[in-house]
C-alpha cells in the first residue's frame, strides 16, 4: 500500500525558512519513473503546485511569483524522504501542504502528464509572529 | 500558465440523481500521443484530494464507475451517474499537459 506523510513545524515566523519532510512508504523514489511532488492549499482555496522530483533527481518548480526562487526540493533515496525547503516564508504562505506520489506507469517524458496518483494526509502550516 | 475554469461553482443534487460539472482550459491539452492529460480530484471536507479520473476518462482504483470523464481538447465533463452521501465534497480539474500543471477552482456538491 503506498502511503506518503508529511512532518515538519506547524507554526513559522515570518522570513524563516520552512523545511517540510515527506515519507514515503510502499514504494521507493529511486524507481525508475516515479516522482513525487508537494502542493500547497491556502484555506478555503483551490490547490497550488509547488515543486517535483523525479526518480533520477530532476527538479521541476513552480514559476509563480508567489513561490518563484524560494523553493527547494531534495530527496533521500537512503531514507526514502523527500524534503522541501521554503526560504523567507510569509502570512500569505500559511496553507496545508500536501506531498504525492506520481506513478512510473503514468510518467510520461517532457510534460507532467497524469500526476498526484496518491496524497498524504498534508500538514497545515501558519506564517504569523 | 494554463487557466483552468469550473462551472457550476456550486451545485446542490438529490441524492440518486445525476450531477454534471463543467472545466474549460486556455490551451489545448492534447499531447502528441494524441492523450488528453485532464484529471479530475475529489476533496472531502478535512481531507486530502483524491484523484477519480486521469487522462480524461481513466478512473483510478477503487473509483465506482459512476462517475466518468468525457471531453474534447480544451472543454471537459465529470458525470455522477446516481449521486450518493459520500459524494458531497469539492471537486477540481487539473491540467497535465503543460507546465506548471494548474488547477481549476473546483466545485462545491452538496446535497439538497
Known amino acids: 500500500q503506498i502511503t506518503l506523510k508529511e512532518s515538519g513545524p506547524t507554526l513559522v515566523k515570518p522570513t524563516q525558512t520552512l523545511t517540510l519532510a515527506c515519507t514515503l512508504s510502499g514504494f521507493s523514489i529511486g524507481t525508475s519513473g516515479v516522482r513525487v511532488g508537494w502542493i500547497r492549499q491556502p484555506p478555503g482555496q483551490a490547490p497550488e503546485w509547488l515543486a517535483l522530483?523525479?526518480?533520477?533527481?530532476?527538479?521541476?518548480?513552480s514559476p509563480s511569483p508567489s513561490v518563484n526562487n524560494r523553493l527547494t526540493i531534495t530527496k533521500d533515496t537512503s531514507k526514502n524522504q523527500v524534503v522541501l525547503t521554503m526560504t523567507n516564508m510569509a502570512p500569505a504562505d500559511t496553507a496545508t501542504y500536501y506531498c504525492?506520489?506520481?506513478?512510473?506507469?503514468?510518467?510520461?517524458?517532457?510534460?507532467?502528464?497524469?500526476?498526484?496518483?496518491?496524497w498524504g494526509q498534508g500538514i497545515m502550516v501558519t506564517v504569523s509572529s | 500558465d494554463v487557466v483552468m475554469t469550473q462551472s457550476p461553482l456550486f451545485l446542490a443534487v438529490t441524492l440518486g440523481q445525476p450531477a454534471s460539472i463543467s472545466c474549460r482550459s486556455s490551451q489545448s491539452l492534447v499531447y502528441a500521443d494524441r492523450n488528453i492529460y485532464l484529471s479530475w480530484f475529489h476533496q472531502r471536507p478535512g481531507q486530502a484530494p483524491r484523484r477519480l479520473i486521469y487522462k480524461l476518462s481513466n478512473r483510478d482504483s477503487g473509483v465506482p464507475d459512476r462517475f466518468s470523464g468525457s471531453g474534447s481538447g480544451t472543454d471537459f465533463t465529470l458525470k455522477i451517474s446516481r449521486v450518493e452521501a459520500e459524494d458531497v465534497g469539492v471537486y477540481y480539474c487539473m491540467q497535465g499537459r503543460h507546465w506548471p500543471p494548474t488547477f481549476g477552482p473546483g466545485t462545491k456538491v452538496d446535497i439538497k
Open positions: 504525492a506520489y506520481c506513478s512510473d506507469q503514468n510518467y510520461v517524458w517532457g510534460i507532467p502528464g497524469n500526476v498526484f496518483d496518491v
Open positions: 522530483i523525479f526518480w533520477e533527481d530532476d527538479k521541476r518548480y
